[in-house]
T-cell receptor, first 115, second 110 residues
Framework: DAKTTQPPSMDCAEGRAANLPCNHS???????VYWYRQIHSQGPQYIIH???NNETNEMASLIITEDRKSSTLILPHATLRDTAVYYC????????????????FGTGTRLQVTL | NAGVTQTPKFRVLKTGQSMTLLCAQD?????MYWYRQDPGMGLRLIHY???????AKGEVPDGYNVSRLKKQNFLLGLESAAPSQTSVYFC?????????FGSGTQLSVL
C-alpha cells in the first residue's frame, strides 16, 4: 500500500472549517483513500473514503486531486468533540479472492479544536 | 448490535505469563484484525484473518499467536509475555470496505 504524509498537528477554531491535508504521491490506480480518526484512547473511527471523485457524508467531505496524489479531509464546522488524531490511509480494494486489504496507520495529524 | 467487543479491557501480567485476548463481532464480517498501538505511535498490524479457519501474519507478528475457529471470534494469544508487549491492543473487523474497531485492551507486562 502507498505511503501517506500528513502534518503532525493542526489547530482550528470551533465553528470554522478544518482542512486536513494528506499527500499520497505513490498511490496506485486501484487504491482508495480512507480517513479514520482516533479520539483520545478509543478505537479508530471510520470517517470517509474515496477513489477519485469527491465524497461527502454526514461527517465530512473528501477532496481528491485530479492526479490523486493528494487529498483533503474537510470538517465543515469543527466542534470541540472533533479534537482527535486523524489518519489518512491508502488501501487496495478487497478482492473476490478473499485477499484482505490491510490498513497501514502512520502517526496521523493531531487536530486541536479550540474555543 | 454491539459491533466489535474486546475482552478484557485492562490486564496486568508478569513477564513469562500467558494470556488470551478475545475479540467478538456481530456484523458477520469475513475479515478480522489485531493491531497494537504504542504511545505516540500509529497502529501496527499483528495478525489478521480473511475467514474462519485462516490467519496470516501482519507487520509485527513475533511473540503472538492467533486463532479464528469461529467466524465471529478472533483470539490473540501471548504465550510468554515480555515487557515489550506492553501496549494497547485493538481488534477490528471488516467487510469489503470500512473497518470497525473495538474499544481496546490496555495490557501492561511487568
Amino acid at each position: 500500500d502507498a505511503k501517506t504524509t500528513q502534518p503532525p498537528s493542526m489547530d482550528c477554531a470551533e465553528g470554522r472549517a478544518a482542512n486536513l491535508p494528506c499527500n499520497h504521491s505513490t498511490i496506485s490506480g486501484n487504491e482508495y483513500v480512507y480517513w479514520y480518526r482516533q479520539i483520545h484512547s478509543q478505537g479508530p473511527q471510520y470517517i470517509i473514503h474515496g477513489l477519485k471523485n469527491n465524497e461527502t457524508n454526514e461527517m465530512a467531505s473528501l477532496i481528491i486531486t485530479e492526479d490523486r496524489k493528494s487529498s483533503t479531509l474537510i470538517l465543515p464546522h469543527a466542534t470541540l468533540r472533533d479534537t482527535a488524531v486523524y489518519y489518512c490511509i491508502v488501501r487496495v480494494a478487497v478482492t473476490n479472492t478473499g485477499t484482505a486489504s490491510k490498513l497501514t496507520f502512520g502517526t496521523g495529524t493531531r487536530l486541536q479544536v479550540t474555543l | 448490535n454491539a459491533g466489535v467487543t474486546q475482552t478484557p479491557k485492562f490486564r496486568v501480567l508478569k513477564t513469562g505469563q500467558s494470556m488470551t485476548l478475545l475479540c467478538a463481532q456481530d456484523m458477520n464480517h469475513e475479515y478480522m484484525y489485531w493491531y497494537r498501538q504504542d504511545p505516540g505511535m500509529g497502529l501496527r498490524l499483528i495478525h489478521y484473518s480473511v475467514g474462519e479457519g485462516t490467519t496470516a501474519k501482519g507487520e509485527v507478528p513475533d511473540g503472538y499467536n492467533v486463532s479464528r475457529l469461529k467466524k465471529q471470534n478472533f483470539l490473540l494469544g501471548l504465550e510468554s509475555a515480555a515487557p515489550s508487549q506492553t501496549s494497547v491492543y485493538f481488534c477490528a473487523s471488516s467487510g469489503r470496505e470500512k473497518l470497525f474497531f473495538g474499544s481496546g485492551t490496555q495490557l501492561s507486562v511487568l
